[in-house]
């Protein structure tokens, strides 16, 4: 079982930053992958980014040379680093730890429900004009 405790979402400015963390806490935290969906009411959730095992990324191409993802192993947490914010990055972002079908469900369309995984609770992020 994991637990992920998300932190750092809120409110800013169109074109200012945040960043968010999330902390894996549990038995068995290898060989996962660490991302963030966000979302919107009325829409499907859409996923962002992911840091993967092996230690590659992936950026959604709406928030790419914006959005950077990271990870710390050895304290199990992943950050993402949003800079540059738009009013449509407005939101509830949800962290997920992946134990499978990570790579389906963050880079192929519709394919959310291949994930095996655990998720937060979700934290807004509300970015103003």
């Known amino acids: 079982q994991v637990q992920l405790e998300e932190s750092g979402g809120g409110s800013a400015q169109a074109g200012g930053s945040l960043r968010l963390s999330c902390v894996a806490r549990?038995?068995?935290?290898?060989?996962?992958?660490m991302g963030w969906f966000r979302e919107v009411a009325g829409k499907e959730r859409e996923g962002i980014a992911v840091?993967?095992?092996?230690?590659?990324?992936y950026v959604t191409d709406s928030a790419k040379g914006r959005f950077t993802i990271y990870r710390n192993k050895l304290n199990h947490t992943a950050y993402l680093q949003m800079n540059d914010l738009k009013v449509e990055d407005s939101g509830t972002y949800y962290c997920?730890?992946?134990?499978?079908?990570?790579?389906?469900?963050?880079?192929?369309?519709?394919?959310?429900?291949?994930?095996?995984?655990?998720w937060g609770q979700g934290i807004q992020v509300i970015v103003s004009s």
């Open positions: 997920v730890a992946g134990i499978r079908g990570c790579y389906s469900a963050f880079e192929r369309p519709h394919s959310i429900g291949r994930l095996a995984g655990y």
């Open positions: 549990g038995s068995d935290i290898r060989g996962i992958c």
């Open positions: 840091h993967y095992d092996d230690e590659s990324t």
